[in-house]
Each structure stands twice: as structure tokens, then as C-alpha cells.
């Protein structure tokens, strides 16, 4: 089956700079990949997601990239601010109907 | 705002009780949803999937008559974790998906706390 490899599992940034999170996947069938952020005692929220007949999507500070030979994708958060603070998680599975893997997170920390 | 509702938000039991968590799509039918468990610190292992007007598919390890699911309509489906023991303590999450084809993302509810005593 499927399995999905996150770095870091935590990240220190300070307010403005950039944060990457990097993920890989095992299985060469998954074509989609969304990118979570949980904020404590809340359930996920999508923030971002991939299809791999896509090399990069950006929405405002975030973006995503894939690649596919490679088979990671990286999740970049710019100028970032406080309420960035919480735990990503990369996903991957075959379809956005396919089950989804997830990482195993990263525990954002944003400081003034 | 929130697409999947999920209630209760919390909920604390007496070891050997049953526990109903009730999980909701709102404004939009759901024939599949799916649900997940979250240890502190760790991340999301799918359960089971819901089928509506079916039997749920349970993940390998996930006992099915413990963890009760029923998914009697398009927009509610509910897992019942039957003779609580302190073990099953832990932050329960379903999901849905919104929209028919390829492409449709997933959205989860904001969790149950099970604390069992």
C-alpha cells in the first residue's frame, strides 16, 4: 500500500520567513495529494491540494509542488505570520476518491 | 464555514458503556464517508468507510462490532464504539466528500474527544 513520509516534524519559523514542509510517497499510482492544517482539538482543514498532471499551485502565500519523478511534493508557506501555527499534514492517494495516507505531520511554530 | 458537522465535540464515559458519535454533511449529500482515529501527537488512521445504505469497510485491525457504524442516510452517519474501554480513548474524526466527480476534495468535522473512564 501507500506510504507517505513527512519533514520535518517540527518547524521553528520567525514571523515573515518562509516554511517548507517536504513529503514523499511509495506508490507511483497516486495522482492526489492535499495538505491539511489542524489546529488543536479541531478536525483538518484542506488548505491546498495537487493532481499530477500538475507541476505547482499557489493560492495567496501557499503553494504546493510536485514532482512526480521524484514522487515528493512540498508545501510552502510565505511571509508567514502567527495564526500559521498548527500541525500540517501531507495526504496522497490514487483519485480524490481513493483512501487517503497521511503523513505523519508537522507541528508549525510561527514566533513573533 | 464548516461542511461536515460533527457531534458531540466531546464526551467522556464510564468503562463497559456505549458511546453514539453522530457525523453530518451539511447543504450537500454524502454516499461516502469515512472515519477516523487520532492518538495525541500522532496522525490521522483511517477506521473505516461508510457506505450509505450499506455495510461499512472496515481498515485491517478496526473491529467492526466494537466500532459500529451506520450510515442510514446521505447526510448523517454515526459510529457507535460499543463496551468502552479506557484503550478507546482517543479524538475520533469523519470526513466527507463534497461533489460527485474526480477532483472533489475532502472535508472533515471538528472531531469527538472520547475520554473513557
Known amino acids: 500500500g501507500e506510504n507517505v513520509e513527512q519533514h520535518p516534524s517540527t518547524l521553528s519559523v520567525q514571523e515573515g520567513d518562509s516554511a517548507v514542509i517536504k513529503c514523499t510517497y511509495s506508490d507511483s499510482a497516486s495522482n492526489y495529494f492535499p495538505w491539511y492544517k489542524q489546529e488543536l482539538g479541531k478536525g483538518p482543514q484542506l488548505i491546498i491540494d495537487i493532481r499530477s498532471n500538475v507541476g505547482e499551485k499557489k493560492d495567496q502565500r501557499i503553494a504546493v509542488t510536485l514532482n512526480k519523478t521524484a514522487k515528493h511534493f512540498s508545501l510552502h508557506i510565505t511571509e508567514t505570520q502567527p495564526e500559521d501555527s498548527a500541525v500540517y499534514f501531507c495526504a496522497a492517494s490514487m483519485g480524490s476518491w481513493g483512501k487517503l495516507q497521511f503523513g505523519a505531520g508537522t507541528q508549525v511554530v510561527v514566533t513573533p | 464555514g464548516a461542511v461536515v458537522s460533527q457531534h458531540p465535540s466531546w464526551v467522556i464515559c464510564k468503562s463497559g458503556t456505549s458511546v453514539k458519535i453522530e457525523c453530518r454533511s451539511l447543504?450537500?449529500?454524502?454516499?461516502?464517508m469515512f472515519w477516523y482515529r487520532q492518538f495525541p501527537k500522532q496522525s490521522l488512521m483511517l477506521m473505516a468507510t461508510s457506505n450509505e445504505g450499506s455495510k461499512a469497510t472496515y481498515e485491517q485491525g478496526v473491529e467492526k462490532d466494537k466500532f459500529l457504524i451506520n450510515h442510514a442516510s446521505l447526510t448523517l452517519s454515526t459510529l457507535t464504539v460499543t463496551s468502552a474501554h479506557p484503550e478507546d480513548s482517543s479524538f475520533y474524526i469523519c470526513?466527507?466528500?463534497?461533489?460527485?466527480?474526480?477532483?472533489?476534495?475532502?472535508?472533515f468535522g471538528n472531531g469527538t474527544r472520547l475520554t473513557v473512564t
Open positions: 447543504d450537500f449529500q454524502a454516499t461516502t
Open positions: 470526513s466527507a466528500r463534497r461533489g460527485q466527480g474526480d477532483g472533489s476534495p475532502l472535508h
